[in-house]
């Protein structure tokens, strides 16, 4: 840690792990619900359950975003934070609305409206929060008169993600038209402007963990935005399949989605050559296996598992079936779980006292056993999918005897989900098994370094 | 390319592609109003009910929505208004937890909240969205012959808390019915070569128009076989396959028929009436 001001991250950080905890529990109780009976069917259903993972998901990546930016840009900036009580501020009030969302989900008071079921009070909180947060990053920036690309894009995203959030705080008269908008702020997010977000991170952690190029890197990185983009803008049209707006969406939807894993695997093929090229091997390759892991994973996830099921005459089939929760898991676990988890594997030897450099054993059964547990949790979800979409479907069994059909691949899920926990078990452990300690070094800055982007005014 | 080239390509592309997603996006709300029809202020309330108890996180509309319960896009469509309303008021008089492995929590919605619920529900199976689920979503049962009862019915068949559509072939039902079980359930099934479909030819021929076919085979010039009605020469035909052969190469080989030959010993003689008597019918 080279300022003062960064430690603010561990907070941050801190309130992601215990939030990414609790979303694993009630995505677990979700799973064993598809096994049933459920014991606690009158007191807290699927529905319940099921919202209150999806918001802990959200809020908790969100969470380690902004403290993920917090902890890089005194770094890139080289400066201290604008100001740390703001930083603060701003972490209480996003803790108090998240709590608060989920006690009241548990008393089913929220807007039912699927992913935005925030209550406009709480919806009114976020915005405020992203606010004190840019404006915060906003200044730290300007104070220091040094702007990296990195930074760019990363704040470019951040911005873009508060203002298509402003979609959701409305209410629509017509259903079909409170769907389109859903999807400008989350498709949008998650494959626009947080791909921007992920996008940077990746590009500040390669450059500090493998002293690539930071010229280079940094022009590959604006490619990947505007493949991004022209791809992922156009690709919410797949959103728009079968929702009673005009069919041009259709074959938009399928030619832009189809182009969307360009990008990613561009971003894959970025990561991989930066390691291969690397002068300079920075001691903490378990960050590395992360930061690596959530390119590669994304790829696969995201591009792979999404184009599966993209094109209209294959969605046609598997629209709302286990292949949507198949792409879902794998899509927002590579790109946005292990991007933070990176972030904070590499903060975390300088927040904490007497962590090695290296990342502990503890921290490598993690990472594997987070993976292999994806991994396994998306093949059941697949076969599931597949075994779904026949049956219901292309045979026209009913919906609930296909479910019975397909309950050997629930058991699957709930085994590899409880692999997952496991993993992430052993990921917060390692996290508060060390005490914080804010002290500031003034390391020589790393080879790649050297070539620094020019300040800009 | 160069990193300021770069950086020029990522902003123009953005720029190019949100500029078109504007346009059609304008566009949709143009056409959105027709292709969604009339919403009355019970649609909208029935919206509201919807959003309130949260029923997006269980079922899909339009296929959105979670994977936990059914689709209810087409839900009125399957469902008269009177199913629905009884459903909704308590969801345990239609399904059993046990048996289905799950079941949707009783409401307490009021009444006329119910109502303006299916008014929504109804609206959503009318709006014009390309078709789509291009074959219909069931709930419970199937389109397919033979899998009627789910594996859950049928190992319930004695249980009185089997659900109101489950009825099992019993031995006091009609013999056509009866037949039609046998048609499905032989060893070898019939089904495996014979479809009912016309011009469905398998390994065996169409059996679509059978007795019509048969009469007038009967009352034709050319015929010299044993069998002088309907019924026997359906019964001739599956005890002794050779006896009647549909002409074709596919079907036959120096006049003896590919068919099994061994269902007259391997059925019992009412087995093969009731057979006779489904056969019969198909006119």
Redesign the interface.
Known sequence: MRYRSQSVAYWYFALAMILFGLQLVFGLL?AA??????PL??VL????T??IHTNLLIVWVLTGFMGATYWMVPDESRTELYSTKLAYIQLILFALMGVTAIIGYLF?Y?????LL?QPLPHKLVIVVCMLIFLYNIGMTIRKSGRFT?TEGVLLGGLGLAAILYLPALLEY?????S??YRWWTIHLWVEGVWEMIQAGFLAYLLIRLSGADR?VM???L??I???V??A???G?AHH???????????P?GGLFSALEPVALVGMAIYAYSAIRRSGLAHPNKLALHWAVGSAVFTMFGAGLLGLAHTFPSIN??T????I??MHGHAAFYGAYAMIVLAMISFAMPSLTRGRTEEGTSLGYWSFWLQLGGMFGMTLAFATAGIGQVYL??????????A???I?VHFVMLVICASIFAVGVAMFIIDFFRYAPSFETTREPEPEGQRLAAAPRA | ???RQ??Q???W??V???V??LI??L???R???V??GE?TPEV?RG?DV?????????H????????????LTKITQHRGEAYLKAFIRDPSNF?D??Q????M??QDIPDEDIDALIA?LD??SK????G?????????????PG?AL???QLTHVDDHAAPPGARPVAAGNDPIALGEHVFRTATPSCTACHSIAPGVDMAGPSLSGLSGRTEQLLGGPDYKGAATDLASFIRESITEPSAHVTPGPMFSANGVSFMPDTYGKDLTPEQIDQLVAYLSTLR
């Open positions: 979700s619900k598809y096994l049933g009976p459920d069917l009158n259903p699927f529905d319940v099921k919202t089913r929220g807007t039912g409206n699927k079921e690309a008269e017509n259903y079909t038209i769907i389109f010229e940094e022009k590959w604006y490619v935005v505007g493949l983009f022209i992922g803008i156009l919410t728009y399949y079968w929702v009673g707006v005009p069919g041009y969406w259709l938009i046609k089939w629209h709302g079936t286990m949507t929760a219901e479907r292309v045979l026209g069994l009913g919906y609930l005897d479910q019975l059909k309950q | 390319m160069n990193k770069t950086r390509f990522a902003i592309s953005t190019a592609a949100s078109v997603f059609l996006t566009d949709t709300h056409q959105v109003p292709l969604t919403i909208t919206k919807w959003h309130e108890h949260n029923c997006i996180n269980c899909t509309l339009f296929g959105e929505g979670a994977y936990y319960a059914p689709d399904y937890e046990q289905h492995r799950r079941l929590p009783k929504f609206w959503v709006v014009d969205n390309q789509w689920p291009p074959r219909p979503i069931l709930v419970t049962g199937a389109t397919i899998t789910s594996t859950a």
